[in-house]
């Protein structure tokens, strides 16, 4: 059965776009009422919300640009987002190291002073200077570090949440799933949707959130086919991992001689990630990739700084992404804002299009929350801003040892490392693909460093996770510890079990 259209019921929002500001406008408009569906061309964060530095922050460097707004809303939303999230986000404090003919330190302190004082901090500590020792990880050279506080997040994991919070508001999320087309027929959008089989099916409905990050300008020209072409800056950012370069918990800033920054920050545990470059970008955002400069760009601010060297044998994975961001005529890829524009048109017996540009992780609640507003104003929908304050699925504890404690209690059989990951991946969400169980064994095949049936089968029902690339990558890092042979033995699990489990191709409206 394939290439049907099906015309189906219609719906209030059709959100284009599975990174994080789609799920999060998703969620955010399911739990105000309104009837969404969010389409997913790949899989859930399989774009720009993956490929992050993974930082919750105001961003200090902002400030040099003169930011405060966009930073000030970023700092209030880290402990906002610590609280909804406690399983997969927690703060990290990071140093700056001191280069007098970089920054001077005048400049840090004031920049420091607006960071700790521009929003309401109650979790995280304040800036501090500090001495380094013998200790430090850093070239001897380096005696004096600022050090301050952000947040750290996994990113796609972030995603996956929001959008398991709005499937459970009554959302249809559709992955693997493009918008190929949006038609204005008075006031409402016929809109097809292209399922990965080839199959279509139309909906009918009153607002089209663009959410599509770095696609926003072709959803715009080419599916929309709006007569008002718009241009976007498609900025590209790399980070590489590495075996772990210190062993203590904290990450750096770098800063570098062409005034741009890198940061090296702890990662799962045996890792490090190091990142990011900043170049604009013109190609397909699906192709985007490392190239050996921006690899030997990092290596150099690295080894600039840190006492073990790093050459490019020492690099264990890469990943590349493309910022979405607004297009300010000359400025240079790295001066470009971070913050966003949400431009809504319609209403009125006009069909609706609400437009998303540019953003970050750390203002994806802000955004939606706002997005919203604006959707529920032309709906004419009196809803309230509901975000701020509820968990996200498997937020639901007050912290992290206390629930790992509780965990290891009631499941004595997992290993120390298990009931860590599962803690800060899951939450309380591991013990829907952990109840019953009463031994490793009753878990199932064990594909490799920890993943266990259970909680693949879980992944794929649960999490809309297809295939391996989503399990080992997005959905868990594990990718960084699978042997090939191993992934393959998952590859053909999950092949071997495609009749039973589609978690994609879901009929529109159930
Ligand atoms: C290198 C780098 C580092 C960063 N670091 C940080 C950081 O540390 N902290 C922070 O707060 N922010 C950071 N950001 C910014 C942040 O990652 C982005 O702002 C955010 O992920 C953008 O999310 P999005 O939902 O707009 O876009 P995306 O995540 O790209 O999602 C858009 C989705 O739309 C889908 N799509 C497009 N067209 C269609 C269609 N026609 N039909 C269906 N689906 C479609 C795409 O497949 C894609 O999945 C970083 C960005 C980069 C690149």
Known sequence: MSNQTTITESVDVVVVGGGINGVGIAADAAGRGLSVLLCEQGDLAGATSSRSSKLIHGGLRYLEHYEFKLVRDALAEREILLTKAPHIMWPLRFRLPHQKHLRPAWMI???LFLYDNLAKREMLPGSRRVQTDSSSPLNASISTCFEYSDGWVDDARLVVLNALQAQHLGATILTHTRCTTAQKQGDHWLVTLQQANGDTVTVRTKAIVNAAGPWAAQFINDVVQSPKKKSMRLVKGSHIIVNRMYDSGEAYILQNKDGRI??????EDDFTLVGTTDEDYQGDPAEVSISEAEIAYILTIANDYFKRPLSRED????????????????ASAQELSRDYQIK?????????????FGGKITTYRKLAEQAVDELCDTLKISAKAWTKTAPLPGGDFSDKETYAVHLHAKY?????????????????LCERFLYGSSSLNDLGTHFGAGLYQAEVDYLVHSEWAGDSEAILWRRSKLGLRLSAEQVHGLDEYLVSQRASICPTQYAVGH
Request: charged share 15%; hydrophobic share 40%; aromatic share 10%.
């Open 109 to 111: 302190r004031i920049g």
């Open 262 to 267: 890198v940061f090296a920050i702890p990662y």
């Open 315 to 330: 690099v264990v994975h890469h990943y590349s992404g493309v910022r979405p961001l607004l297009d300010e005529g000359n």
């Open 344 to 356: 809504i048109s319609g209403g009125k017996g006009d069909a609706i299009m609400l437009n998303v």
């Open 412 to 428: 004595p059989f997992l290993t120390p490392t298990l009931v860590r990951r599962y803690v800060r991946s899951y939450g309380t």
